[in-house]
């Protein structure tokens, strides 16, 4: 599958058309953003490891029954995936309290929840993805009811199965931000990526922050910590 006309530049990734209607081409950057873009900078080999770990995840989401974009990997940076129309809720599930919500109701990072949590907010950079409820997202017609409840329901099992799947790693997944998307027939698939940049991931032993937050806060060790991450992962998947 060959890539026509780029479709789209985002802070992470860069969209192609291909020859089949129903299928893209995401090519995935080295480029790192933080705080609604505010925060800019590189992480050498960000874009290989992103691409390869959302690959390997989704198909290991496949066989566990959660529908995804994932067609083939093309390339150490590009994937082929199935066009979606993108539900625009950035999908937020939490284990273990951390980043914004600590900082929104005053708890302290790594409290552990008795049940995980899931937050939409609206995918729109203009207003800064402002967090919204089911009630809201309906109003302003994002999605649809069906919809939503769909997207809980992947969203629960994604996050039961990325917590296992870590966790033998000797990983903690403390949260991570999912998209969705409609295919031609209204059928909602996983799409976007789930790596380093999406999902917080501490060290289970250490407490070692192994994600974009080491990028966000200045904590040095960046690229180190995506290439220890891929070899957790590599090592598991063998
Ligand atoms: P952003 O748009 O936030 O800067 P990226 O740089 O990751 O993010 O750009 C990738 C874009 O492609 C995102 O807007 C994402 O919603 C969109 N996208 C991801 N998967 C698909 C897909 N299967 N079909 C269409 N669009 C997709
Ligand atoms: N996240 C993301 N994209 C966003 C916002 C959040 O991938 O635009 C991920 C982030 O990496 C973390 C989780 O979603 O794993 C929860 O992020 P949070 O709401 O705490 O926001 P942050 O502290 O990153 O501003």
Same mark, same amino acid.
């Given at each position: 599958m060959e890539k026509r006309k780029q479709l789209y530049e985002g802070k992470a990734k860069k969209v192609y058309a291909t020859d089949d209607p129903e299928l893209l081409i995401v090519s995935y950057k080295d480029d790192a953003t933080a705080f609604n873009g505010l925060k800019k900078g590189t992480i050498a080999g960000k874009g290989v490891i992103n691409n390869k770990m959302s690959n390997r995840l989704m198909q290991q989401l496949e066989k566990a029954g959660v529908p995804t974009?994932?067609? $083939?990997? %093309? *390339?150490d940076r590009e994937t082929l995936v199935k066009k979606v129309s993108i539900v625009p809720l950035e999908v937020i599930v939490r284990n273990i309290a951390a980043g914004s919500f600590s900082k929104r109701y005053g708890v302290e990072e790594g409290k552990a929840f008795i049940h995980p949590t899931i937050e939409f907010s609206y995918k729109n950079d203009e207003l800064g993805d402002p967090l919204l409820n089911t009630d809201q997202a309906l109003v302003l017609g994002l999605v649809s009811k069906e919809e939503v409840e769909t997207i809980r329901a992947y969203s629960y099992r994604i996050n039961a199965f990325l917590q296992a799947f870590w966790r033998s790693c /000797?990983? #903690? %997944?403390v949260d991570f931000k999912l998209e969705f998307g409609r295919l031609n027939d209204g059928t909602i698939v996983l799409a976007d990526e789930i790596s380093p940049d999406t999902c917080r991931l501490w060290? *289970? $032993? #250490? /407490?070692e922050k192994l994600d974009k937050d080491r990028f966000r806060r200045d904590l040095g060790g960046v690229e180190e910590a995506y290439q220890e991450i891929m070899k957790r992962l590599e090592t598991q998947l063998m």
């Open positions: 974009h994932f067609v $083939k990997e %093309l *390339s /000797g990983v #903690t %997944l060290d *289970s $032993k #250490t /407490g």
